[in-house]
């Protein structure tokens, strides 16, 4: 294959006006320095190094290093770098991507290109710190750098032998040496077709264009240049020359950042990180670990914002030189918001920055939050609006590297900068007794902000005897379905007692003592009476199931895309997911994944399900898909819950959607769907899910039990082929009904909601949760909760036998009434103990 080097251009830079003075005139000005190309100034500004090796420095304004920035700017320009590539490489291509962030600066700018261009592979950053037990891969050199050599650790070696494109991220691409570098060494041991370069900018020359073209022919592979905005940089002969005379002019001119009279407090908050959970990419982080990252982040932000204290979010005294000369009284001019800085450290960046934008989601304006890291770039600061690096603190080294480079260490625009608090955030092995010292970073915080909360997260150390990620399983070891129905992401906890008593259960979780999902209950075995029942309403509605299921699936790959991952909440919505693949074979001749993961109200969906999801499959492509909904509080979970994983689209697929809850249904009537008449023995034998911490740990899927013992009056396959048997004779109609509902306005009314609420105005019951609404619903309650009544709509008809027959086994009056939107509405026992009621329920009033 022929090598070729592609600039596939720039993108938007940025919208945002350009301040007053360009934080580049003072450098541009006096070293005769040139920036030429569109957005530049947006992004960059400049400043000098302390570096003989190259008189500038391009400081970045959205990379979050020198600059202190809003995380919500940081991760923006991170993101729409990721979409570059994903636009260049196409979604499968991207899917199948490693992506490579180069340390110090591009350690977070890696991962969030690697997770908004969909990558399913873990990403990784060079580094510079040695990780005893944890072999090199490789290594390669960045010349012009004051600390030049780069280590590969992986934790998985064959992560770097993959078949798919490598991506390298590096803030700035100046001359190409460093990517030329990197892709030589890891070419000569896996050779690979195409490599992507992503920059914030790219600074190249012509002479650098070509010598990268030049590097990519010999190599015989293809080298593609994407960035947010490119352009040259026009230097003088002389610039190495005047960069330092200028360097050693104003050196100590600026002004030092002393501690202030009043120096602010030093304490620890714990984050409550996740255990096992790595603390970036130096090994390693992909889908798995970002979805585990998220799903801690609001507490960890809860408890940061919690110990930041209201009434000491003001600034030292003004007397102190870091408090800048425009504060009023307290550290700030009158009006302004507190300002709260979360600060990395060197190559810990992603972290601290998804918890700054997390602080900043839930400040909600309150305060100012923004984020920088902490380097080791020796940088000239001078305290003039058009330089880019305003002031400077210089500290004592405070890991233990292992690597040659400067025994300081750097943290730019903080002092003088109005900051009230600091949050600094560091690994464990820069949590030593050089941090804590005198003229260390701590000390030096305290004298810009009255407030500095220390962090520490776990340095992160590869374990391959640890915990494994879990694995889907598969029937017949576990349910009764046929192992390519349908892949269950749940721990199998069949050898556990769960079961309670129904009365009790009900008793502990409106006492409040326990939550549903902490126990089952006991499996309810049908009289025969009630069986002639489902298999009466079985054959009476086969047809009508089949189309529905047909309607819907049809629905979803006209608006899903071709190729949808279909992931049934189970396990209600379990066995329509395996009748919506069953069509998609017979009408089209797909074979469409299918997963059943947990959810559970006031808890959330499985995170980790989710993890397994997003490291196979392009998260996009993932289509829930549940029973029927009732009000529509499972809905509600499901997006909640998916708020903090956008690469997911929380809309839900429902075979019937009487409470006009979703877009996405096979019908809105309200008729009864026979696999709710019976709990495990036409779900698979699988219970419902449970969520208890003894039992389900941090790394776990949510669990289930498989009742094998049931065997015998297992109607699983029955229900599926019986309505699977009715597809040819309904095609034509589903095809019909899909088609029209596309140019249909579905949009959800809620009105299932309102008639709860309404139910609950009038019978004084005061929680919405212990009215199930629906023909679904409300067999449940008969099934598994203590009932206390059923409405059902007047004239309903045999759709409601079996309801009325549970009903009068349990002593529960039916009441008939007008104007109800479901064919009935169960109502639990709304004030319910076994005291004032009896242990059978009946004496309830």
């Not at 993959?162 to 590096?170: E, R």
């Not at 650098?208 to 010999?218: G, H, I, P, S």
């Not at 095809?735 to 609420?757: C, I, M, N, Y």
Request: glycine content about 10%.
């Amino acid at each position: 294959m022929n090598g070729s080097v592609r600039d596939v251009g720039a993108g938007t830079a940025g919208t945002g006006a350009e301040a007053e003075v360009w934080p580049g005139t003072w450098v541009a000005d006096r070293l005769g320095v040139r920036l030429e190309g569109a957005g530049l100034r947006e992004l960059l500004g400049l400043a000098l190094r302390r570096n003989p090796k190259r008189a500038h420095l391009l400081v970045s304004t959205v990379l979050g290093k020198h600059v202190p920035q809003r995380p919500m700017a940081v991760l923006g320009a991170g993101s729409r770098l990721g979409k570059q590539v994903r636009e260049l490489l196409g979604d499968q291509e991207a899917a199948r991507s490693v992506v490579l962030g180069f340390a110090e600066t591009a350690t977070g700018l890696g991962l969030t290109v690697a997770h908004s261009m969909g990558s399913r592979m873990s990403a990784l950053h060079s580094t510079r710190r040695r990780v005893p037990g944890v072999q090199q891969y490789g290594g390669f050199e960045e010349e012009h750098s004051h600390a030049t050599s780069h280590l590969l650790l992986p934790a998985d070696p064959q992560l770097l032998r993959t078949g798919g494109p490598l991506v390298l991220v590096d803030d700035e691409l100046s001359t190409g040496r460093t990517v030329r570098n990197t892709i030589a060494a890891l070419h000569a041991v896996h050779p690979r077709h195409r490599y992507v370069v992503a920059a914030l900018v790219d600074m190249r020359g012509e002479g650098d264009v070509a010598a990268l073209e030049k590097f990519a022919a010999e190599l015989g592979a293809r080298v593609d240049v994407v960035a947010l905005a490119a352009g040259r940089v026009e230097l003088p002969e002389d610039v190495l020359e005047r960069g330092r005379e200028l360097v050693e002019q104003y050196t100590g001119a600026s002004p030092a950042a002393q501690t202030t009279a009043s120096p602010g407090t030093v304490r620890r908050v714990d984050l409550g990180w996740p255990h096992g959970l790595p603390d970036g990419g130096r090994h390693g982080f992909g889908p798995r670990e970002q979805i585990r990252l998220q799903a801690a982040l609001p507490d960890m932000a809860e408890r940061v914002l919690s110990a930041l204290e209201p009434a000491g979010l003001s600034a030292p005294d003004p007397a102190g030189s870091c408090v800048p000369d425009s504060a009023g009284p307290g550290g700030r001019a009158d009006g302004e918001l507190p300002r709260v800085l979360v600060l990395g450290s060197e190559e810990l960046m992603y972290a601290p920055l998804l918890l700054a934008f997390e602080m900043e989601k839930r400040a909600n304006g309150r305060a100012e939050i923004r984020f920088s890291t902490t380097t080791r770039s020796p940088v000239l600061p001078v305290d003039d609006p058009g330089y880019a690096i305003r002031t400077a603190l210089c500290f004592p080294a405070h890991d233990t590297p292992h690597q040659d480079g400067p025994a300081e260490r750097y943290a730019y625009n903080i002092a003088g900068q109005g900051f009230d608090a600091v949050v600094a955030v560091v690994d464990s092995e820069g949590d030593t007794p050089a941090l804590h010292a005198p003229g260390g970073l701590l000390d030096q915080l305290a004298g810009c902000a009255r407030q500095v909360l220390l962090s520490v997260v776990p340095a992160h150390v590869p374990d391959q005897s640890g915990p494994k990620p879990p694995a889907p399983l598969h029937g017949p070891a576990f349910s009764s379905y046929a192992a390519d129905d349908v892949a269950w992401l749940l721990r199998d906890l069949s050898d556990v007692e769960l079961e309670a008593p129904t009365e009790e259960r009900e008793e502990a979780i409106q006492a409040g003592g326990a939550h549903y999902a902490e126990s089952l209950p006991v499996e309810y075995q049908p009289s025969a009476e009630y069986q002639q029942l489902f298999h009466d309403a079985l054959e009476s509605a086969a047809e009508r199931l089949a189309r529905a299921v047909g309607t819907v699936t049809e629905t979803v790959l006209a608006e899903r895309g071709p190729r949808p991952v279909l992931v049934s909440l189970a396990r209600a919505g379990t066995p329509v997911g395996v009748l919506m693949r069953r069509w998609a074979q017979y009408a089209h001749g797909l074979d469409l994944p299918h997963y059943a993961v947990s959810i559970v109200r006031g808890r959330g969906i499985d995170t980790n399900a989710l993890a397994y999801l997003a490291a196979h499959h392009d998260p996009a492509d993932v289509v829930f898909v549940d029973g029927w909904t009732g009000k529509g509080a499972i809905t509600r979970e499901l997006a909640e819950a998916l708020a903090a994983h956008p690469r997911f689209n929380p809309e839900l697929a429902v075979l019937a959607d009487p409470g006009s809850c979703v877009r996405t249904y096979g019908t809105r009537e309200d008729f009864l769907i026979p696999s709710a008449c019976l709990n495990s023995t036409v779900s698979g034998l699988i219970s419902r899910t449970v969520l208890r911490a003894d039992l389900v740990g941090p790394h776990d899927f949510h669990g289930a039990k498989f009742y094998r013992e049931l065997a015998d009056g297992d109607l699983t396959q029955h229900f599926v082929d019986t309505v699977a048997a009715r597809f040819a004779a309904v095609r034509d109609s589903a095809a019909q009904d899909a088609a029209a509902l596309v140019g249909a306005d579905r949009t959800p009314t809620w009105a299932g909601w309102r008639a709860v609420e309404d139910i609950s105005e009038a019978y004084d019951i005061g929680d919405v949760n212990l009215i199930k609404p629906g023909v679904g619903e409300t067999t449940r309650v008969l099934l598994r909760r203590v009932p206390w009544r059923i409405l059902a709509r007047r004239g309903a008809g045999a759709d409601l036998d079996h309801v009325r027959l549970l009903a009068a086994q349990r002593g529960v009056p039916v009441e008939e009434t007008d104007n109800l939107p479901y064919s009935c509405v169960g109502i639990i026992h709304p004030r319910y103990t076994r005291g004032a009621t009896g242990a059978d329920g009946k004496a309830a009033r």
